[in-house]
């Protein structure tokens, strides 16, 4: 693993995606083990898969327990039906919440059937803050630069709310959904100054197809066109990538 500081983000480039997901997993377990009511966020898609699994099997060796700690996901897809098996919430528990011992009260994902989405998304950003905010949130990276599904062109002062997906983003989505028509075009999303807000925000991303964005956070102008670079500048930032992402 090298690590180096590059525009103020602590970045390290592991050998292995599974050096990196054993590396942030020790880190989940010696943060829960030192504070066991500590409030966690969660990425979901392709890139935290293996991190959860290693959570997972530390958690079935006896080495971790979140039965006291609490978490609040990143994001989840507007107008899909409850339960839908592409929605964020089948997906965590699918990859997470199944394998571990969370109480389920303490799992939170944004409420998108309420029936008013921006006053549950407000509700959202209010009751993270009513959990004492969050101490380590992990973070992937879409291909346009978005965090969370802050798309280009989201400031660095948004707060959880409703959002329109890119398109870039849809397409990407097509593996999972199987078209483009299936895929939802609204979110309910952390802002950006809500994952500013986190004590510590861990960045993955893995693979060539990411060496771009990863370029992009680390040495273009920090703008809403990349909203991603607004992480530098944040004390408790770290990128943790494999050397592909790394370019
Ligand atoms: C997921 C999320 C997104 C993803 C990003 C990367 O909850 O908020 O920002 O982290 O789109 O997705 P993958 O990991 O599938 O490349």
């Known amino acids: 693993m090298i690590r180096s500081t590059r525009n103020s983000i602590l970045t390290f480039v592991h050998a292995s995606r599974e050096e990196c997901e054993r590396a942030l997993a020790a880190e989940i377990a010696e943060c829960v083990a030192r504070s066991p009511f500590a409030v966690f966020g969660w990425a979901t898609g392709s890139t935290p898969i293996g991190l959860y699994r290693e959570l997972a099997s530390l958690h079935a060796a006896g080495r971790l327990s979140f039965a006291r700690a609490s978490c609040f996901n990143l994001d989840e897809y507007l107008d899909l039906p409850a339960g ?10 699918e990859h997470l919440f199944a394998h571990v011992d969370f109480a389920r009260a303490h ?34 990276i879409g291909r346009n630069g978005h965090i969370g599904f802050n798309e280009p062109g989201s400031t660095r002062d948004t707060r959880t709310r409703v959002v329109e ?26 802002g950006v100054s809500t994952i500013l807000a986190a004590r510590r925000i861990r960045v993955l991303a893995f693979g060539r197809a990411k060496a771009a964005v990863v370029h992009a956070l680390l040495h273009d102008a ?15 930032v770290e990128l943790h990538v494999d050397a592909e992402a790394a370019g």
């Open 84 to 93: 839908h098996p592409h929605s964020f919430a089948t997906w965590m528990r």
């Open 222 to 236: 920090v703008s809403a066109e990349c909203p991603a670079t607004f992480l530098r500048g944040h004390p408790g």
């Open 165 to 190: 997906l890119a398109e870039s983003t849809r397409v990407d989505a097509c593996r999972t959904f199987g078209s483009l028509d299936a895929v939802p075009r609204r979110a309910i999303t952390m």
């Open 107 to 140: 799992t939170h994902l944004p409420d998108v059937h309420a029936p008013d989405p921006e006053q549950a998304a407000s509700r959202y950003e209010s009751a993270i803050a009513q959990a004492g905010g969050i101490e380590l949130q992990v973070l992937g």
